[in-house]
């Protein structure tokens, strides 16, 4: 059984609803894509390398990550740091806000937990947030166990996603999102990301930005635009069809991981693969948050 580690943060969700009351949840970009993969994966076996706190809500969501399968022998758990915290704020217009009680999360301890851990995978995908949340010295520390992973034959899967307010300076940001990508085998550039990190308009400009390394598989996503994917020096593109209804577009790219990677893990081409990932992607984005319930994903997606 192909063995995939997923390494990021979760946090609690406080999504706004009528008057004073919050919807609780538990979401983030990795954790997202780990549990769709697992979702649409049933012979892989997904784990999530995170810390989580010692407080209640941490062992809530561990609880949550148990009742879903996904393995959790990586979970590390800080003594002194919680759960990091979001809200979303819905206005009139339908228009999201966004506010973050992440900067001393358990999760931000991760790679200064994980100590002499050793940790085992196939494939070991992150995102550029995991990384934007670590301090220097522990960035570092993701690098090198990457490198070991490498060493064992482990493919390395990222995607950018692209959070301003992690980050002292795009510079920074870019030097970084840069130094994954040299390392990366399967990477998921979205179109929105690069726009706003590197100024590149089309899938064109990513790829030849890309060019320079060594990365054997590129997925390009744009919304509702065709997915682009540049394997074996060739460009392939899967179109997409339009969701009519678009609910929530939280976790889109991420839904749309989840289910690529999980094609793929079992055999699926690249290009059925894109298609795979975008089903899930549309299916996501026709219901509000950023996990929706498994039964409605499973009436529009074969699991
Ligand atoms: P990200 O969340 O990384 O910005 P995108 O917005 O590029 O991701 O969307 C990721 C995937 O979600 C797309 O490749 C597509 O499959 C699906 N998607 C996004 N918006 C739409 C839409 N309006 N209609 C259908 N599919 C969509």
Redesign the pocket.
Known sequence: MKKVVVFGECMLELVSKQGDTLHKGFAGDTYNTAIYLNRCAANVSVSYLTALGNDLLSSELLSKMDEEGINTEYVLRSEDRNLGLYMVHTDADGERTFTYWRQNSAATQSLNLLKGHKVEADVFYFSAISLAILDNDQKAKLFELMGELKGTGCKISFDP?YRPKLWTSKIEAQKWTDAAYAVSDLVFP????HAELYGHMNAEAILQHLAQYEIEEIVV????SS?NIFIDNKLDSVP????EK?VD?TA???G?NGGYLAARLTGSSHTDSARY??KV??TV?GFPGAIIDKQALATHVNL
């Open positions: 996603n979205g179109g929105d990301d996503k744009n919304g509702a997915v997409i069809e339009p969701v678009v577009t889109a790219g991420d749309f990932g975008a992607a549309a984005i």
